[in-house]
């Protein structure tokens, strides 16, 4: 084999001291002298964990890690990527690659500055093919996995159910010598995920994201590989099927969807309390129609809140109960589970899994193996990744007990329809000024905040008494419960504040508040900033939020629509521990949105289940 003049040890340094030009022009000769030896196997083997660096200008890594959403636009329903590609180099388990394309992923709970979730296309600025198998690597930086291994083990629950879903690797990232941790090295879900898992991969790929495949919402979904008309012509009749009034037909719909894949699909869902996927929360999902039949058949994603690492079965907004044995906010579930005998064959089909599949003793040595694998890499951002593997295993203990008490009283209940999608208009603007002092504990002898405010609803000025500003740590736990989890306060512990760092995640609550000047109702603007672009960055700061009236929550499902903010902030006073002042001026846009998490109908029973044994083994459609 042709030896080069250095090795791939080296290329980091190399591409430091001459560029991004000559860097490329020294990966073309590695590239030409010797096969990189990359497979998809190696990538995803998950026995160990590999290193991948990434070296880019570091004015292009800072950019890219700023980037973030406009939360107004999202809950708009546009969720289309606003991150930018740019070119870097990368070395792949000591394999270098030059010229890929990275870039910045995640819709709101894997959204980070500090360690963002990332994206590196392979052939995004070069044609070429260093990795047999892969195309791209889709590297999640587990903000909403805190044990690090939901992924690994949830999607290996669903190919035992024989069903096709990613394989998950683990890797050591750093980018421009800066450790970012361990991530999860996740399969992408693009054409050779598709040849491997159903032999090819040129039929109709759908995404979906906060949306469901009903008309109103089927120009949000993201559809690749609708060549011919018929593709298309195929997921309308679906949308159209599922938003009928008319009973549903069954055998349109098998004409449409694989249901027997898709009952196993589901069921697996509530099984591993998949509360942020399709059939929960109409969100991480494909849908893939093969040439070979045409027939839809789904395929999970964003599994990284799932056995037990959401803070309650529904996700953020829900409270701490036990995960329902059914999930059917979205339409085809939903439509599926009161349709006559329906509700029976979901159930059996989740009891033949709980038999075939769920494997405690398995599972349980499963996470064993994986904290003996990471436990000697982590940093100190995922320290706490032991504590959190713990709660995956009390859950895999417990499952089996809740699934069998609710059999017992078979059907469940679930919601009476499916959810409509989200729908939002403009509402109002709020700008001005605020300056308060950053409380955890008890916080004595500080000067009175200071607020400025223009506040602008429905088009007409709302003029607040009694208005003030408080800045404080934000305890909410995140999409997922990867979020702000932090040790007690050192107020609390009376040691003194440990100082702002890149370890100390957790975003800062900033509320603005104050009562109508005319019917004296509470109105506060809760805002939310990410800590480490107020400490350090030179430009205005993104802001989201909600705005509460006369509540204490953020709406009413079903009854009140909710409100988010979205806008900028402009720090003058960057006060990031108790006792400091936080400060400066803000710029903000609300949006009112209804649907979506806003609308939960009533729950009940399927009618027809309920006249049924539940032992009656049910038709099939």
Do not use: C
Not at 121 to 133: C, E, I, S
């Amino acid at each position: 084999m042709p030896s080069t003049p250095f090795s791939a040890a080296a290329f980091p340094v190399v591409a430091r001291l001459f560029g991004g030009a000559a860097s490329a022009l020294w990966m073309a000769a590695v590239a030409a002298a010797e096969p990189t030896g990359l497979t998809d196997g190696r990538i995803l083997d998950d026995t160990r964990v590999i290193g991948i660096s990434i070296s880019l200008p570091a004015a292009d890594w800072e950019a890219l890690r700023n980037e973030s959403r406009d939360a107004g636009k999202v809950f708009r329903g546009d969720t289309t990527s606003p991150f930018t590609w740019r070119r870097a180099d990368i070395v792949i388990d000591g394999v270098p690659i030059g010229s890929v394309g990275i870039r910045k992923k995640g819709l709101f709970g894997s959204l980070d500055s500090a360690t963002p979730s990332l994206l590196v296309d392979f052939n995004r600025f070069v044609d070429q093919d260093p990795v047999d198998g892969l195309g791209r690597l889709t590297l999640n930086n587990n903000k909403q996995d805190r044990s690090l291994v939901s992924q690994s083990i949830a999607y290996r629950v669903f190919r035992a159910a024989g069903l096709a879903a990613p394989r998950v690797g683990f890797a050591a990232v750093t980018v421009n010598d800066e450790p970012l941790g361990i991530y999860s090295n996740v399969e992408s879900i693009r054409k050779p995920f598709l040849r491997r898992s159903f032999g090819d991969g040129s039929g109709m790929l759908v995404e979906g994201t906060i949306n469901d495949i009903v008309p109103e919402s089927l120009d949000r979904l993201e559809v690749q590989g609708a060549n011919q008309p018929r593709d298309r012509a195929r997921l309308e009749e679906l949308a159209t099927l599922l938003a009928s009034p008319d009973p549903l037909d069954l055998d349109k719909l098998s004409g449409l969807v694989d249901l027997d894949d898709f009952f196993t699909f589901w069921a697996v869902e509530a099984l591993l309390n998949v509360w942020d996927g399709y059939t929960a929360n109409q969100n991480n999902y494909f849908a893939y129609a093969s040439p070979t039949d045409g027939l839809f058949r789904f395929i999970p994603w964003g599994a990284d809140a799932t056995l037990g690492q959401a803070p309650g079965f529904g996700g953020p907004f829900a409270g701490r109960r036990t995960p329902p044995p059914v999930a059917a906010q979205a339409a085809l579930p939903n439509r599926l589970y009161f349709t006559p005998g329906m509700a029976d064959r979901y159930r059996h089909r989740l009891e033949a899994l709980l038999a075939a599949v769920w494997r405690e003793e398995e599972l349980l040595a499963e996470v064993d193996r994986l904290e003996r694998l990471l436990s000697p890499v982590l940093g100190p951002r995922q320290a706490g990744a032991p504590e959190a593997m713990e709660s995956v295993r009390d859950f895999i203990r417990r499952r089996r007990g809740e699934l069998t008490t609710a059999f017992e009283t078979w059907p469940a209940a679930a919601p009476a329809t499916w959810r409509r999608p989200m729908t939002s208009t403009p509402l109002g603007t709020a700008t001005g000024s605020f300056a308060a002092t950053y409380r955890e504990g008890a916080v004595d002898d500080v000067p009175a905040p200071e607020l400025d405010i223009a506040l602008v609803l429905g088009g007409e000025s709302v003029v607040l008494k009694d208005a003030e500003a408080s800045v404080s740590t934000f305890m909410f736990p995140g999409f997922g419960g990867g979020g702000a989890r932090r040790e007690p306060s050192p107020a609390a512990t009376g040691d003194a504040p440990p100082p702002p760092g890149p370890a100390d995640e957790s975003p800062i609550s900033v509320v603005l508040s104050g009562k109508r000047a005319d019917d004296g109702k509470p109105i506060a603007l809760n805002l939310f900033l990410d800590r480490r672009l107020v400490r350090d960055s030179a430009d205005p700061v993104s802001v989201s939020g909600m705005v509460t009236e006369g509540i204490s929550g953020i709406g009413i499902p079903g009854l009140m629509p909710m409100r988010t903010i979205s806008g900028t902030f402009t720090p003058v006073e960057r006060g990031l521990t108790p006792g400091e002042r936080l400060g400066g001026t803000f710029t903000l846009e609300i949006t009112q949105t209804r649907g979506g998490l806003m609308t939960q109908a009533p729950m009940k029973k399927p009618e027809a289940a309920e006249a049924r044994p539940a032992d009656t083994e049910p038709p099939a459609p």
